[in-house]
């Protein structure tokens, strides 16, 4: 409903425009579900309750209320003022309307006016992040162009070759000849690149759903084979999102924490009971989990009508009549409450906020909270004033500096928050596997350095860069204060040597305003207190030093940093994976489940269109499932329709699906999550899937790799075969032709379908196709296999007789002929041997079992064919027999040359190993051409 024109009318929300005034409240749309709030608007009287997980990811309900408290000389600000703004796209789960304001709606909802519209929202602009902060990556990379560019030189001198000797020959058909250079230049230009590169990244994508890992760019996956540094976000990531409550300290000057609740002074249980922002929603207490955790820990009740009271003995109960919500900037919050006809002042925030504001400072107060910030530990500042006598409505207009001023301390609340399990393991593997390991964290830099030494992203004694004491300057000051360095940003790259470096968002700041942040944000570990968009400027500034990065988040406020990593994961708060400590066992279980999943599949995608439980078909489970839902329903639900039945029970099974983790099926992504804006999307709890989506990654990008040089290699070798040997008249038969092509695809099918090894090496694979190992290998094997090829025919041709041989004329059978197609049959085999890369990256020859049987086969072939044992196959072939001098020395020859292009290709692997990219001299040249041109 809006006001318009002196009257109230009702309005789709696309027809709102900024400054309409509004009337909005919790509202249903016709299947049921909560309708959304369809623009940025603010409160101006009445409150409600949110869900904001669409924006932040949180899944905790948000309290807005009104601005009427506020004075009318305050400047608004949509990132200070959140709690009286309801954004677009949001869900109201419950409203409050002001009876008392003058401006009466109609159906009760709360009075809010429009701010934005459409993609000014900040859902608009969430959605513009991830429509087009960075390029979507495609299989058609400059690498593969540039590689085909260097065949293409090869075919043209090739295709040249030939047509330049054809021209010489006044007899030949100038169109046969033309027909044959535009064959070789087709035929050395690899057609089948794209659906080889495809292929291999099409495995990894579903080797990742059944690990529960939902992809949106699959080509995307080669990059995190070469990933060298990943960030994870901590709260929800690192740690578990449950907190666990620890007891009350610093209330008689010692520093030990008091956990027994009898022992604690009733008013600090009293601000622990009432001083927080839980709320019901259908008749279900909601809110941050701290709070719950700590009005667990004190053990008393919340009521619905805002009342607290402890649950055993007979303590007074505390009414609360104001509240202040916690505000970020301020990073404190208050209540104003009534308990036997008293009024107080009950604040709460972090330590170093309240410690401005008591009347009387015990001497121990930094101290004791430090103590437990180092531990990990999360801590909060408790204090409270009585308040004169009053009525409640003067309680309600207090000032919130009024009533967050002169307080009496009543001690820390300390809480724990406990990190996953898997967490430190996980980190550890990557570590060892030649990861730099960063954490971006909005905690405190105390929390966040303790978090980060037990997950192994600091190993180094750490230093934090802070405010320097005197108040000139900054400095760096280790967690237990005992040493201190004078900030230079020049000796920062000489700091990160021996220590592990940490700083918060308030000095990041300070870096963009005296431009170092490209001289410092590249050696610091742990990244604390800081703003979403501050995840993004560290993850470009990784990205301008020539880092490959992977940043691992849950919430919406990391969706820039992971729109900006080369590898972003989405984490959903969803169950862990389960834990199998034997591969094997895993893949034969895989093995064994895919037909009945296929089975499976099949009916269920085709349920949509017709009902599957109708017509009685598809697995016993849908069977099983359809008479259930049949007793379910027809008993409560006789007044439906059939066609209302059938809709209920498909909407019903689709939910199965969803929920049913079998991997086959990738999670359904609901706008909200992090994975909105995520290439990659784990349905997991955990940092695990950034190990499985690395070991893909790795193993794409080998898999890749030896594809560019397999096709190199043959096509090198068809270059010669069609134009040199054409000319001499060497052919190949229909039947010879196709064989070798099954064997091909055969070949190529399998090695994609190698699986990564279950543990990360050290070794990092090429993360380029152009690099001296690839040109040197390419270089060295082609030669070597020339070699052979035109020994082998010069061999052959001193056994035939002399004879003209038409380049035009139809095939048919001779000793060249049968000794050229055996030897390319040899050395097709030799080069997917030879090239392929299995340890430490994929499957051995030995492990990969479809390709072992083919090399095997295709050996077989050749050793068949060689030695004449099937005299018909060899006919059917078109194969002439061969002398024995010729036949033996082929064998040889043919193992000396598997040799020698083996030997080649280990020795140039050993010198040529993967390595970490060489970032640090980008990294200076950088801050070099950024100081220049701010000189100039």
């Not at 579900?33 to 904001?52: R, T």
């Not at 064994?592 to 009916?603: D, E, L, N």
């Not at 489970?621 to 329903?633: L, Q």
Request: with cysteine.
């Amino acid at each position: 409903m809006a006001y318009r024109c002196g009257k109230w009318v009702k309005l789709t929300g696309t027809d709102l425009l900024p400054g309409d005034v509004v009337s909005i409240g919790r509202s249903s749309g016709p299947n049921g579900e909560d309708k959304s709030v369809p623009a940025d608007m603010l409160i101006l009287a009445g409150n409600a309750i949110v869900n904001e997980a669409i924006l932040t990811g949180e899944s905790t309900p948000q309290w807005k209320v009104s601005i009427m408290g506020r004075g009318t000389e305050e400047k608004l600000s949509i990132k200070r003022d959140k709690s009286h703004v309801l954004f677009g796209g949001t869900k109201i789960l419950q409203h409050t309307p002001d009876k008392t304001f003058p401006l009466k709606t109609p159906d009760g909802g709360c009075i809010a006016v429009v701010l934005r519209t459409g993609f000014e929202t900040s859902q608009g602009k969430l959605m513009r992040t991830i429509l087009f902060s960075t390029e979507r990556v495609t299989a058609n990379s400059w690498e593969s162009g540039l590689f085909i560019l260097f065949l293409v030189i090869f075919a043209v001198i090739a295709a040249g070759y030939v047509l330049k000797k054809g021209l010489e020959d006044p007899t030949r058909s100038k169109y046969k000849l033309l027909l044959s250079c535009s064959l070789i230049i087709t035929s050395v230009i690899p057609p089948e690149l794209p659906m080889e590169l495809s292929i291999a990244v099409n495995t990894s994508l579903i080797a990742l759903a059944r690990r529960g890992i939902f992809c949106t760019e699959p080509f995307r996956i080669p990059f995190a084979g070469k990933v060298d540094i990943c960030c994870f976000d901590k709260t929800g990531t690192l740690t578990s999102d449950d907190m666990e409550f620890c007891g009350v300290g610093g209330l008689t000057g010692n520093v030990d924490l008091e956990s027994d609740m009898s022992k604690v002074p009733l008013r600090t249980v009293e601000i622990l009971a009432s001083c927080h922002a839980l709320v019901f929603v259908d008749n279900k207490l909601v809110g941050d989990p701290l709070e719950k955790a700590a009005l667990k820990g004190i053990d008393w009740s919340y009521k619905s009508d805002e009342k607290a009271m402890p649950k055993k003995g007979s303590g007074n109960a505390v009414q609360i009549v104001q509240r202040h919500h916690f505000a970020s900037h301020l990073k404190r919050m208050a209540v104003v409450v009534r308990t036997q006809e008293e009024f107080f002042a009950f604040v709460k925030g972090a330590p170093e906020t309240i410690q401005d504001r008591l009347l009387d400072l015990p001497s121990s107060y930094v101290e004791t909270y430090k103590k437990y910030t180092r531990q990990g530990s999360r801590v909060l500042a408790l204090a409270f004033k009585s308040l004169p006598d009053m009525t409640v409505s003067e309680a309600r207009s207090l000032d919130r500096d009024i009533v967050e001023s002169g307080l009496t301390f009543a001690g820390f609340v300390v809480f724990n928050c406990p990190i996953r399990a898997d967490s430190a393991t996980v980190l550890s593997e990557l570590r060892g596997s030649s990861h730099d390991l960063v954490m971006i964290t909005g905690d405190q830099a105390l929390t966040a350095c303790h978090v980060a030494s037990q997950v192994h992203i600091i190993s180094k004694p750490a230093l934090i860069l802070g405010p320097a004491r005197n108040g000139d300057g900054h400095e760096w000051i280790s967690p237990d204060e005992t040493e201190t360095i004078r900030y230079s940003e020049k000796e920062v790259e000489a700091l990160s040597e021996t220590y592990d470096l940490c700083i918060g968002g308030d000095c990041i700041g300070m870096l963009q305003q005296t431009s170092a942040v490209l001289r410092v944000i590249p050696y610091v570990k742990v990244f604390a207190r800081v703003a979403p968009e501050q995840k993004e400027l560290i993850m470009t500034t990784f990205k301008m030093v020539g880092r490959m990065t992977l940043m691992c988040g849950d919430g919406t406020n990391d969706v820039g940093a992971l729109k900006q990593a080369h590898v972003g994961v989405a984490l959903l708060n969803a169950i862990p994976p389960s834990q199998s400590g034997n591969p094997s066992s895993e893949t034969s279980k895989d093995e064994s489940t895919k037909s009945i999943k296929s089975k499976k599949s099949k009916p269920t995608l085709e349920a949509t269109g017709k009902a599957l439980v109708l017509n009685g078909e598809g697995s016993s489970k849908g069977r099983g499932s359809s008479r259930s839902d049949a007793t379910n329903i027809s008993p409560g639900n006789r007044h439906l329709s059939p066609a209302e039945i059938q809709r209920q029970k498909l909407k019903k099974m689709m939910d199965e699906l969803n929920e049913e983790g079998d991997g086959r099926s990738a999670p359904i992504v609901k706008l909200g999550d992090a994975s909105m804006a995520s290439p990659f999307t784990a349905k997991h709890a955990s940092v695990a899937p950034t190990m499985d989506i690395i070991r893909q990654g790795r193993s794409t990008l080998v898999t890749t790799l030896q594809m560019f040089k397999i096709l190199g290699l043959n096509c090198l070798a068809t270059a010669y075969v069609l134009s040199v040997m054409y000319l001499d008249g060497v052919k190949l038969g229909d039947v010879q032709a196709t064989i070798s092509g099954v064997f091909t695809a055969a070949f190529f099918l399998f090695i994609s379908h190698a699986r990564p090894l279950p543990t990360l090496s050290a070794a990092r694979p090429h993360p380029n196709i152009f690099c001296s190992y690839v040109f040197l290998s390419l270089m060295g094997q082609f030669a070597i296999h020339l070699f052979f090829l035109i020994s082998s025919v010069n061999e052959a041709e001193k056994y035939m007789p002399e004879e003209c041989i038409e380049p035009d004329s139809n095939f048919h059978p001779n000793l060249v002929n049968t000794v050229s197609y055996m030897v390319n049959m040899m050395l097709q085999v030799a080069t997917f041997a030879v090239n392929y890369m299995g340890h430490p990256f994929n499957q051995s020859i030995s492990e990969n079992k479809p390709f072992l049987f083919a090399l095997l086969g295709a050996v077989g072939f050749f050793t068949i064919i060689t030695s004449d044992l099937f005299r018909d196959l060899n006919d059917w072939l078109k194969l002439v027999p061969l002398p024995v001098g010729l036949r033996n020395k082929l064998m040889v020859w043919a193992f000396l040359m598997f040799l020698c292009c083996y030997s080649w290709e280990r020795i140039l692997r050993w010198i040529f190993p993967g390595k970490i990219p060489a970032w640090k001299n980008r990294q200076r040249l950088a801050a070099d051409n950024l100081e220049k041109k701010k000189h100039a």
